[in-house]
């Protein structure tokens, strides 16, 4: 099956042909064709399926019904990082129709997003934050809205924007088609998909939560004060060629970032403190190959879309075992394999257990010289040593010539 058997129109078809796309993926295969017909849509996929062309050729498509220059599609994403990349893909797709469209987000100044939503544009790729201001403001009307998406729906609600996609909803248009995307169903994302959407077709082109099935899952048990070692040690190896290595925290990326880079690994950091400028340069210095390595908080974790990553880290695991399957789904994407290591600390053994049960796969377990007794007897028996007697000894040794003693 190719993208011609899909029905695009010339422009499009012409668009794939220059970005190098011959054939559809599942998500699309599946998706476009309904979305061509006019169906609302829930479509579950993990990371890197392809489900941002899914909607976006669709929805360029029905555009070229009519040319009214109003505002007629919105769509709304997490994080500035991935509304950056939607945008991206509307440029790429849409280069031979004549659609204009912005991004708009927080932690920058609004004046050049303002200035061109004045001059018009058809399509706009926004988080909730800055749309509601903006919207509060005058600057944005949604009346004419025909097209809405709803990306990453799942991590929408992790990040606590519902009461703000309930506000932006209550604006839209009756009559319109929309778009529900996310990797998980929870009950809360199935309520709201149910509240925005008439008779929807649903999409799952992978079982929820399960983590690509290239990626060779890997697990260190290591005290946290040890981490830093270890994870120089393993981004010392010449096959780690670019690595994404993932922390709970701001501060823990900015410390480990600064440890690599005194080490002479180099590495920038990307969180919610960055300024737009700071993260948009790591994220530039990272494809390029500036820099090897990017420490990264889970805001990264939907918003980075580099085929060639080839380790994804876990530095801490995330204390929601989501956020495990979203997070190794940045490597082995474009059909290329990859590896996940994750760090497991003591306290954080429940985590690992969560995320097992999660994915219902034993993750294998990695020696090496870092190994400690603390991290080791947190884990579960699986992974401890054999029990040891009074004498220290494992209960498993044997003295010298006890089998011969045996035998007698």
Do not use: W
């Amino acid at each position: 099956m190719s993208f011609q058997n899909l029905n695009l129109i010339e422009p499009l078809q012409k668009a794939l042909i220059h970005e190098g796309y011959t054939t559809p993926t599942p998500i699309q295969l599946k998706s476009i064709p309904d979305l061509l017909a006019g169906r609302d849509l829930i479509g579950i996929a993990q990371t890197g399926t392809g489900k941002t062309a899914a909607f976006v050729l669709p929805i360029l498509q029905r555009m070229t019904e009519k040319y009214p220059r109003v505002l007629r599609t919105l769509v709304l994403a997490p994080t500035r990082e991935l509304a950056a990349q939607i945008g991206e893909s509307f440029t790429a797709y849409g280069r031979f129709l004549k659609f204009k469209h912005t991004v708009i987000f927080g932690g920058v100044g609004q004046g050049s997003q303002v200035n061109a939503l004045s001059r018009g544009v058809d399509i706009v790729v926004a988080t909730p934050g800055r749309l509601l201001d903006l919207m509060n403001q005058g600057r944005v009307r949604l009346n004419d809205v025909e097209f809405f998406v709803l990306d990453e729906a799942d991590r929408m609600l992790d990040m606590g924007f519902i009461h703000d996609i309930r506000k932006i909803i209550a604006k839209l248009p009756h009559q319109r088609q929309s778009f529900f995307f996310s990797a998980t169903m929870p009950p809360q994302v199935s309520q709201l998909a149910h509240q925005m959407l008439k008779n929807p077709v649903r999409v799952e082109v992978t079982p929820q939560a399960t983590t690509v099935e290239r990626t060779k899952q890997c697990v260190f048990f290591v005290d946290s004060a040890a981490k830093e070692k270890l994870l120089l040690d393993l981004l010392l190896q010449k096959h780690l060629t670019r690595v994404l290595v993932f922390t709970r925290t701001k501060h823990r990326a900015n410390k480990v970032a600064l440890y690599l880079n005194s080490h002479r690994v180099r590495a920038d950091a990307i969180h919610g403190n960055k300024s737009q400028g700071a993260r948009t340069q790591a994220l530039q210095n990272f494809k390029t190959g500036r820099t090897n390595v990017l420490v990264a908080t889970d805001i990264a974790a939907r918003g980075i879309d580099i085929d060639d990553i080839s380790h994804v880290i876990n530095f801490e695991l995330p204390n929601e075992p989501e956020s495990y399957v979203h997070r190794i789904g940045r490597t082995a994407r474009a059909g290329a394999d990859g590896t996940a290591y994750s760090f497991c600390a003591a306290d954080e053994r429940d985590f690992l257990r969560d995320i097992e049960r999660l994915i219902r796969l034993k993750i294998e377990v990695m020696h090496h010289s870092y190994h400690s007794n603390a991290a080791q007897n947190a884990v579960g028996a699986s992974a401890r040593p054999p029990p040891k007697n009074q004498r220290g000894r494992s209960r498993n040794f044997r003295p010298r010539g006890h089998q011969q003693r045996f035998r007698r």
